[in-house]
């Protein structure tokens, strides 16, 4: 019975730790609500149109390339003057103190900012989150999927008679039914009222019409079966089925005698034999097809449904559905309701009616040519709905009838709960009671604890049981009466469940069936008319009472019941009778029986044996054969069913009653005997079946507690079973864990058995006193015989949740929160020595500081009156109050004391089984403590003396034991040593709620350093060091970590004994003369005194420092695991409202200072995002240079993680000392993900944020110059990281979504089919790389997102990204603020330092980077304040120093002056306005503002895309604005040069306007900047940054080699100037050294010294015109020539570039050249032919018509991609212009004669297109011998254009001319754009004769070709020769020459050619003879047939040929040198003057 409540231990506080309350996406979303939205440039879609004031720009027109790039400006000036100004900063003229400057900045940067950094930040991940813990589920009933069935209408063609529906669920897969039946009555009241003669008034409960079905293992042979039965009447079935298969509604009134002729018989059957039944029909329904298709309404049973189940959400169900839910993807779960009308039915056949026969049907009609269909059916109408039965259905009746709350109203119409039975075990405990005290509702959800099995013989009377499953189900099968004489056919079974052999002692247990009493003393099976072998499918359903005793059985009595009614016959005579005793040897006898019939009736004590017993003088049915096959079912939550533990809870029962002697099965047991017995019986547990085992889990675990604790008194000897009961428990454990596998957390935890922990388990015979000051209620364990009566209310689980926040309770004086503030108070306690062991301690003797606060402060205290009586029974060795009916003494036993004892001495099997589930005893023994303190009141009483030595001394052995199995099986079975691993950590957690805290430290210790022992040998340290991180990260999950590191040191940490090893180096302080303060740089570092004050924070923090080691093996996971739990436990900190006051988050931070220092340490393997070469210790060298060697720690082992790998944080005392030599390079090491490197950085910025500045200041004073250096790249690296991507860049990722790599969707497979958890999957699968394998978890970067794979794109909404957006806005602003903030910080710190400067200039570049990187307004606005008051204080900086700097912030500043948002460009201007202001008051004059201003507005013109002048035309007024307002200066020039300086830029501003209209033409665009840059020809700074700015256009456009020249050029132009200071030897003279890579090179030579002088202050002062930036742009411009594959030139940069090299001795680049070079050449030689390198193609365009302005008849030549066709080329210029001028404006010249103007249309523009092929005289070639001389350098072009005098193409071979067109071009073709202008055209006309020659000679170098080719190709020689020699060639070789040579002709002018002509025909032939021997020696045998044809065509044309080529001329004349061009007279080698 349901007798005690649960009892819940829960801490106060334990909802804040990081176990109970992670931190997970959903809660992040949840603490996101409410953020403000950060503007941003990038995301503002502000105008992008130029200002309309353009417009009327006269030279908006698409101007030639030639005009001037200054022109008069006027206009220019003029709209300046007339534009609108920004507002101005108000104060920004007034002279104010820096102070006073840096107070206002600090206090507006402290405005509006958000409180969480780490909420703004991706969740932690889950997989790591170890520390995770759930509380169980409650025990609940177990539920499959559930149906709800409704019956909505029966009708059939006639209604003459009342007809009784079943419905029930069979598996015909199983063979198996799988539900009880359902009763249905849908009779109309007319026919209800024929029974009325046997009818009671019925109870509401049969009136049930739906009804609620659970399938645990959904299948697609589920069929739901309906039958149908009607009042037995005289005839069989089929005579009975005739009238409803013959008869039609519709014919109604044609057979109304006949009707009425049938009611009358139906009503005197009704009359006389209502009370029996006859089977009539039956159909079934196939629940799939209903699934799959419900939705289409009123369909037929037998239609198949097309639609395939949907997989849905499934509600929670129990721990089986799992298993199951994937079979053949079969839900019921989650379909659309359907109504289902069932039109067929089948009539029943009297000898086919077992379940035998129905599984066959069910499965003979999911046949298509079902038997079935074949026969005449029943027509009927029966209307069902059925549905996913809904979470808490209203008006629920469970199986036994109870009430299911919501039950409003107890006369509505009941639904029944039908109770299942699953097709396969199903293992849920039996916990769910719901009581019925009347007719009382139970809520369901209500569940409690099991109540007792046991068996108690007292009292005869029936006693029902108040709660509880107690069901038995009779199943009558078959009766074989063929041998019994007399009239036997129509037969009946009686059942009655009889207490005793009285009549009268039937009791009312069996279930009514539908419209009739709820519960019936008999009932009777249907009769199956005149059938002597009746079958039967009858099932009977009985509620057995709670107490079945050896007198109770059941009565089967047979009857022969006479349909016709016969003068002088019984209606019913009884032919049999046989029984079965319910009980043998005192267990519930169930299974399938075949009893034997008697005639007569049984004897008087028949009951208490079988009627397999013949009996004398009785007459038994076929000689006492068994004749009667009848099945027992029992549905018990009262018997187990099970012989193991039924003994077992008998004898516990024996024990706890005392009642000796006692009978157990054939043996007596004496006081004696009992213990064997006992000890047996605890030994055969493991051998119970699983699911009777599992069911009563509960009860079992509750006894073996019980015998552990309370060991039985026998016969005055206390009999200790502690050791047995122990090994039993563990067998249990295992067993159901075991069963229940497949329900397993991630954890490996059984959720049953978790729940009997959290829930169930109680200290036996306890119950704390009541809430309210209610009297205690002693409460013994209550048997059903003797019950205490307890109130019906607490009958109804009340769970007792014991927490100290109950209001009634004062806080107690010990609690955290005083206790916190109370550390937080105290000052100055000196706790230099480790407190773990001290007197200081918890408990310790001076414990003043921390009086021992029971539960670590949650006070788990009930608000109770304790009964002074409770404690005593809590004392060793004191015996408790015993139960009233019998004193006996008692011993009490501790459960936890003996637990850890048994454990200790544990043998090795017992151990194994007990190690496999260690969680579940650790866990009892932790509730176990709690509740001995709890009852025993001692949470008041200091820790120390809570629990006795002797148990403290188990414990610590038992850790240690368990630590040493987590060591030596890791590498064994992984799996088990995580699990191990996590519940010893678990258990060390809660034992800090318990017991002493300094005894729960050294345990912790001792456990680190058996592992660290261990670490030395292991053979991968790596899965060790995960599990240590693991353990390590559950302990820091304790909701009170932080005070148990006491954060109190405010700047006056511990002194320590020995100097710490930070203090012991030689590091000389950068800004102090004196010694830095050994106690800050201690809060600093990993030392051992900050290990020792913060003991938990230092463990983390160590495992930190050595997961970051260089060496670390499996590093990257390592790296994940280890920052992954600093971030968690930040985030907890940020999430827990005790920390929420900045002061006190201050003191938290304190515990993550040395946090700062690792990441500066690690900074080398961070993951660089700032992407540059090199570029992650950008500052520390800078600040290096001057500190070389001193104690930088770069490269030497860190202190802290030396410390630890020598089991440092075991022993405080130890230090080691490590020399600090010279700093060795940086090792690299395993780098960092992208992913851990940021999530690291977000914690640096936490601990930045959060911690008091004046430590920080403090600290950053003491630092050593690299380490600051290395700490402002730390900052640089933390804006990089957190730059904000912009919407876009959301909306791009999106469809590269970076979740986890494993498919979701797979996983939850595997989750739901328990094939693995997803933690063990995470842990193999980083088991399974490789250590340093690269597991980048890429989640960030856009540059990387094509290493993720698209497999699972799941797009987000938009208002999803939107979020995304605007929280990865609010995150880079916070984190750049935070950034901004340290940078004050150090300012401060370094204003008194010598090595300002350096410093300086280091915080510069990190300010500079910030403004430079995408940040919000909100930023700008802060970052660009400090970045004037860091001029305003260090002008020198930036005027005196580095011009680079300068240059920086000129470009920052003017590109936030072109923004569309307002805010930034006030400021921004304001910040230009002062930079100017500051330069000119050093020096009167302005030029290097002016210089780098004038180069940044062009270098941003020419690389940014989105640029705004309209917006920068404003601040360039703003700025003119405040030169006018400026008093202090207006007696000076200055206001004059600002105007000339804005006129100035606002000149190039509209240069590139004109520059964005072309946007879309890369050459108009690329022929516009060189023309800025020619027009920059006199200022080499900003012509460099043009050039520049070309190469990096061409680079985008991909043309490589253009971008290279652009290189080459600025070179050059570097090299002049360079010439020009000095005359080095290793330098190139200036551009004439560049000849040999380029001759257009010259050009750079323009500038002449009159120019240029170099010494004038801002000019060439870039970072370029140096030795450095001239290697620099070499090394550009070789890398360029390499991607546009031209590798020869390659070899020429570096000839300049290698001298440069050889006087600097950088042997690493020249090492680096020299393998280039190699490289290089290699290509060159793979790719000598040349057909692999294509290098370009050529064309000529001719624009011709006004509307091209000044492109207007002229001609270029084109450098397109190669193999570009002509059609390509031609559409694009087409489409281009067509969208520039309009559609038919463009038209394209298709031929490429002379174009005649006069005949074109003004208003339209002609572009005529030709291929031309770059052309080289023959002396040229002799030097251009390979193809990449035949492709460099080109400035000669030729194109060829056939025609004939009558105007046509071509024509006939003797009027076929030819006209050779010679271009020439400006420069030389690869150039610095890719068109150049023709400057000289050269014609020449072919005759016929000449164009034979060509095409002859052309011929003759095709033959050769193919011949010589090496390897040759046969195909392509024969093609050669075919269309040489072949017969039928059109206008061949043989047609020439009879054309040309058959005659010779008459002028004398030809006789030249005529020769030349008959020359290449000789030639020809002789080529031709060496084609076909060469042809001969490559064929094949299959070949040589064509080869002979090939043959005789060759010689027919020989001798064709052989007359014309044999006549000679009259005369060779003289050579005519008239027609022949002078070579040497060409154009190509000087400018053309056109």
């Known amino acids: 019975m349901y007798t005690e409540d649960w009892i819940i231990a829960h801490r106060r506080y334990q909802h804040l730790s990081a176990a109970y309350s992670p931190i997970t996406l959903e809660t992040q979303r949840e603490r996101q609500k409410g953020l403000t939205r950060q503007v941003f440039e990038q995301d503002a879609s502000g105008d992008e149109r130029s200002s309309p004031d353009d417009s009327d720009d006269p030279r908006h027109s698409s101007g030639s390339p030639d ?26 003229l007034e002279r104010v103190a820096p102070e006073d400057v840096d107070r206002r900045n600090e206090a507006l940067r402290r405005q509006h900012r958000s409180r969480a950094l780490l909420t703004l930040y991706p969740a932690p991940d889950e997989d790591e989150a170890v520390e995770r813990c759930s509380r169980p589920e409650p025990p609940r009933e177990h539920f499959g999927q559930r149906i709800l069935v409704k019956c ?82 005289q005839g069989d079935i089929s005579e009975c089925c005739e009238p409803y298969m013959v008869m039609k509604e519709v014919d109604t009134a044609k057979n109304k005698e006949k009707l009425e002729k049938l009611r009358l018989a139906a009503e005197q059957f009704c009359t ?29 049973s037998d239609s198949e449904g097309e639609r395939r189940p949907t997989w849905t959400d499934r509600r929670r169900r129990g721990p089986q559905d799992r298993t199951s839910s994937g079979d053949d993807a079969c839900s019921f779960s989650g379909f659309r309701p359907a109504t289902l ?64 709350k919501p039950y409003p109203d107890p006369r509505g119409r009941p639904t029944k709960e039908i109770l299942e039975f699953p097709a396969r075990e199903v293992y849920a405990p039996h916990t769910s009671y719901r009581g019925r005290v009347g007719h009382g509702s139970i809520p369901r959800c209500v569940t409690g604890p099991q109540f007792h099995p046991d ?158 017993v013949a009996l004398p003088g009785m007459r038994w049915v076929d000689g006492h054969k068994g004749v009667f096959s009848v099945e027992l079912t029992a549905v018990s939550s009262v018997h187990p069913q099970d012989p193991y533990l039924d003994k077992f809870f008998t004898l516990v029962h024996v024990l706890e009653e005392g009642a000796f002697p006692f009978r157990l099965k054939d043996a007596v047991l004496s006081e004696s005997t009992v213990e064997q017995e006992l000890r047996a019986s605890l030994v055969a547990l493991r051998l119970a079946s699983p699911e009777p085992l599992v069911a009563f889990s509960h009860h079992v675990l509750d006894k073996l507690v019980r015998l552990v604790v309370r060991p039985p008194v026998i016969g005055g000897q206390i009999v200790n079973l502690g050791r047995v009961a122990f090994e039993a428990m563990a067998h249990v454990v295992s067993l159901v864990h075991r069963s229940l596998e497949a329900a397993q957390d991630a954890r490996g935890h059984c959720p049953l058995l978790a729940a009997y922990v959290y829930y169930a388990f109680r200290l036996p015979g306890t119950e704390p006193s009541l809430p309210g000051g209610a009297p205690p209620v002693t409460l013994q364990p209550a048997t059903l015989a003797h019950g205490p009566g307890r109130p019906a209310s607490l009958y109804l689980a009340r769970s007792k949740s014991i927490s100290s926040s109950n209001p009634d309770l004062a806080v107690a004086p010990g609690s955290v929160d005083d206790e916190v503030s109370r550390i937080l108070a105290s000052k100055g306690i000196d706790r230099s020595h480790s407190w773990v062991n001290s007197a200081y301690a918890p408990g310790g003797s001076k414990a003043v500081l921390r009086r021992a606060p029971p539960y670590c402060g949650a006070d788990p205290r009930q608000a109770i009156d304790r009964s002074s009586s409770r404690t005593s029974s809590y004392l060793e060795g004191s015996s408790s109050t015993p139960p009233a009916t019998q004193p006996r003494p008692t011993v009490q036993k501790l459960l936890h004391e003996e637990l850890a004892l048994q454990w200790v001495v544990s043998g090795s099997a017992v151990r194994e089984a007990v190690l496999q589930h260690a969680w579940f005893f650790f866990q009892l023994m932790v509730k176990s403590m709690a509740l001995h303190l709890l009852l025993g009141q001692k949470l008041d009483t200091p820790r120390k003396l809570r629990f006795p030595g002797r148990f403290l001394d188990d414990i610590a052995a038992l850790v240690g034991s368990v630590g040493l199995e987590v060591i030596t099986r890791v590498h064994k079975d992984v799996e088990l040593a995580e699990h191990l691993n996590a519940s010893l950590a678990f258990f060390l957690s809660d034992l800090l709620s318990l017991v002493d805290r300094g005894f729960v430290f050294s345990l912790v210790r001792a456990h680190y350093k058996q592992v660290a022992t261990r670490l030395q040998s292991a053979p991968n340290p790596a899965v060790l060091l995960t599990l240590r991180m693991d353990f390590t990260r559950i302990l820091c999950g304790h909701e009170h970590y932080v005070t148990l590191n006491l954060p109190c040191c405010p700047l006056s940490p511990p002194a320590s004994p020995s100097p710490s090893i930070s203090s012991t180096t030689s590091q000389s302080s950068t800004f102090s003369s004196q010694a830095p303060d050994p106690k800050v740089i201690s809060m600093f570092e990993l030392s051992g005194s900050f290990r020792q004050q913060h003991f938990l924070a230092g ?54 200072l040395p946090l700062l220092s690792l990441a500066r340490d690690t900074l080398p393997r961070l993951h660089d995002f700032a992407e540059g070469p090199g570029q992650r210790s950008r500052l520390a060298s800078m600040l290096d240079s001057d500190t070389e060697g001193e104690g930088d720690m770069g490269g030497t082992i860190n202190p802290s993680v030396a410390m630890a790998i020598a089991g440092g944080p075991l022993a405080p005392g130890s230090r080691v000392s490590i020399s600090q030599g010279p700093a060795t390079a940086a090792r690299s090491g395993c780098a960092l993900s992208a992913e851990s490197s940021r999530t690291l950085l977000v ?29 402002l790249d730390l900052l640089y690296l933390c804006l990089a990281a957190f730059e904000y991507k912009g919407k876009k860049a959301f909306e791009r990722i999106n469809s590269l979504t970076f979740k986890k790599s494993l498919d979701m969707k797979a996983r939850l497979e595997e989750a739901i089919l328990g094939t693995i958890g997803a933690r063990q999957e995470m842990v193999r699968r980083s088991r399974e ?28 909404t938009k208002d999803e990204m939107e979020h995304e957006a605007l929280v990865d806005g609010n995150l880079a602003t916070e984190a750049s603020l935070v950034v901004l903030d340290t940078l004050e910080i150090i300012v401060q710190t370094v204003i008194l330092s010598e090595a300002r400067e350096s410093i300086l200039g280091a915080v510069l570049k990190v300010v500079l980077y910030s403004l430079g990187s995408a940040q919000s307004a909100l930023f700008l606005q802060h970052g660009l304040a400090t970045q004037r008051a860091l001029v305003s204080k260090f002008p020198e900086l930036l005027f005196e120093e580095d011009t680079e700097l300068c240059a920086d912030l000129c470009l920052r500043l003017l590109r936030h002056c072109g923004s569309r948002i307002s805010a930034i460009r006030t400021h921004a201007s304001a910040s230009l306005y002062l930079l100017m202001r500051q330069n000119f008051e050093i020096g009167n004059n302005f030029a290097r503002v002016k210089m780098q201003v004038t180069m940044s507005l062009s270098s941003l013109v020419g690389t940014t895309q989105n640029f705004s002048e309209e917006h920068l035309r404003r601040s360039l007024k703003t700025i003119l604005t405040y030169a006018e307002e400026d008093v202090g200066l207006r007696d000076s020039t200055f206001a004059e040069q600002v105007q000339d300086l804005m006129f100035n830029l606002h000149m190039i501003l509209t240069d590139t306007v004109k520059m964005k209209e072309h946007q879309e033409d890369p050459e108009m665009l690329i022929d516009l900047m060189y023309r800025i840059a020619r027009g920059y020809q006199g200022s080499p700074d900003l012509r460099l940054t043009w050039l520049q700015n070309m190469a990096g256009k061409h680079a985008e456009l991909g043309n490589h080699a253009e971008a290279a020249q652009c290189m080459v050029h600025a070179a050059a132009l570097v090299a002049e100037y360079l010439a020009l200071l000095e005359d080095s030897r290793h330098l190139p003279v200036g551009c004439v050294s560049f000849q040999n890579i380029s001759s257009n090179v010259l050009e750079e030579s323009a500038i002449s010294d009159d120019i240029l002088s170099p010494d004038e202050e801002g000019f060439c002062s870039g970072k370029h015109f140096t030795e450095l930036g001239l290697v620099g742009l070499l090394e550009q411009a070789a890398a360029y020539f390499t991607m546009g594959g031209l590798y020869e030139a390659v070899n020429e940069v570096y000839k300049t570039l290698i001298p440069i090299l050889e006087a600097h001795r950088d042997y690493k680049k020249l090492a680096a050249v020299h393998g280039k070079l190699q490289e290089a050449f290699t290509k060159i030689m793979h790719q000598s032919s040349g057909w692999e390198r294509v290098f370009g193609t050529y064309f000529r365009v001719g624009f011709y018509g006004a509307r091209f302005g000044d492109l207007d008849e002229q001609e270029f030549v084109y450098k397109e991609p190669s193999i570009t066709k002509l059609a390509e080329i031609s559409h694009r210029l087409e489409e281009f212009y067509t969208e520039r001028f309009g559609e038919d404006v463009v038209q394209i010249i298709k031929d490429s004669n002379p174009v005649d103007k006069t005949k074109l249309d003004p208003q339209k523009a002609y572009i005529q297109i030709t291929y031309v092929e770059p052309h080289f005289d023959t002396y040229e070639l002799k030097d251009r011998v390979t193809y990449f001389d035949r492709n460099y350098g080109l400035r000669t072009f030729l194109f060829c254009t056939p025609f004939t005098p009558d105007g046509r193409a071509h024509g006939e071979l003797p009027e076929q001319h030819k006209r050779k067109t010679l271009l020439s071009t400006d420069h030389a073709f690869p150039y610095i754009k890719t068109r150049i202008r023709v400057c000289h055209r050269e014609e020449t006309v072919l005759m016929p004769v000449e164009v034979a020659i060509e095409d002859m000679q052309k011929k003759t170098r095709e033959l050769a070709f193919a011949t010589e080719q090496d390897p040759p190709d046969a195909k392509m020689l024969q093609m050669v020769l075919q269309g040489s020699v072949g017969p039928t060639v059109n206008q061949g070789p043989l047609e020439v020459a009879q054309v040309f040579l058959a005659e010779i002709p008459q002028d004398p002018k030809l006789f030249r050619h005529h020769n030349k002509l008959r020359l290449c025909f000789k030639d020809f032939c002789k080529k031709c003879e060496d084609a076909l021997r060469k042809n001969k020696a490559l064929i094949g045998p299959d070949q040589k047939e064509y080869h002979r044809e090939l043959e005789r065509n060759y010689s027919r044309l020989r001798e064709a040929l052989q007359p014309l080529l044999t006549q000679r001329l009259p005369q060779l004349l003289a050579p005519n040198t008239a027609g022949f061009r002078n070579s040497l007279n060409r154009a190509s080698f000087r400018k053309a003057d056109l």
């Open 67 to 92: 005009d001037t790039p200054r022109s008069s400006g006027a206009s220019g000036i003029f709209d300046l003057r007339n534009l609108a100004a920004d507002s101005l900063l108000p104060s920004l």
């Open 152 to 233: 909505l209408s029966l009708k059939f063609e006639i209604e003459i008679e009342p007809i009784f529906g079943i419905l029930a669920l069979y598996d015909v897969r199983e063979k198996k039914k799988i539900s009880e039946n359902f009763y249905f009555d849908l009779n109309s009241d007319s026919m209800k009222g024929l029974l009325r003669a046997h009818g009671t008034h019925p109870a509401i409960s049969t009136l049930a019409r739906s009804a609620i079905f659970s399938v645990t293992y959904p299948s697609p042979d589920i069929f739901l079966v309906i039958k149908l039965e009607k009042v037995l009447q």
């Open 272 to 300: 006389r034999l209502g009370r029996y039944r006859m089977p009539f029909a039956w159909t079934a329904v196939h629940l799939a097809n209903i699934v799959s298709s419900a939705g289409q309404s009123d369909r037929d």
């Open 341 to 404: 009308t069932v039109t067929n039915f089948f009539k029943q056949e009297a000898e086919r009616l077992s379940d035998e026969d129905l599984f066959k049907f069910l499965a003979d009609m999911r046949r298509p040519t079902s038997l079935l269909r074949r026969l005449r059916p029943v027509t009927a109408q029966l209307k069902i709905d059925i549905s996913p039965a809904p979470e808490n259905p209203h008006f629920c009746l469970s199986p036994e009838l109870l009430h299911v």
């Open 455 to 612: 068996r108690s013989q007292a009292g005869s009377a029936a006693v029902w049981s108040l709660g509880g499953r107690n069901l038995l189900y009779v199943y009558p099968h078959s009766l074989n009466f063929s041998s019994r004489q007399g009239s036997v056919r129509n037969l009946t079974v009686r059942v009655q469940y009889m207490a005793g052999e009285d009549p009268s002692q039937a009791l009312p247990v069996i279930f009514g069936k539908s419209s009739c009493s709820e519960f019936t003393r008999e009932a009777f099976t249907p009769v199956v008319y005149h059938n002597k072998s009746p079958e039967f499918y009858e099932e009977f359903k009985l509620r057995l009472p709670a107490c079945v005793t050896e007198n109770h059985h059941l009565l089967f009595t047979f009857y022969h019941v006479s349909c016709q009614p016969r003068p002088g016959t019984a209606l019913e005579t009884p032919v049999g009778f046989t029984w079965i005793p319910l009980l043998q040897h005192g267990r519930l006898r169930t299974g399938p029986f075949c009893l034997p019939v008697s005639v007569d009736q049984p004897p008087p004590s028949y009951s208490v044996l079988t009627p397999d």
């Open 1099 to 1152: 463990l983390l923090l160590t495992e930190l420092a050595l997961a970051l080691e260089p060496e670390a093996e499996g590093a990257s996971l390592l790296h994940k695991k280890a920052i992954s739990a600093v971030h968690s436990l930040l985030c907890g900190h940020d999430a827990d409202p005790r920390y929420a006051e900045a002061t006190v988050k201050a003191r938290v931070a304190e515990l993550y």
């Open 1243 to 1271: 914690c640096v910025l936490w601990v930045l944020k959060n911690a008091e500045p004046a430590l920080l200041q403090r600290w950053a004073a003491d630092l050593a110059l690299p380490q600051l250096g290395r700490l």
């Open 1329 to 1356: 790389r490789s250590p340093f394998g690269n597991q980048e978890n890429v989640r960030w970067r856009k540059s990387v997102t094509h290493w993720r794979q698209t497999s699972d794109r799941v797009d987000k």
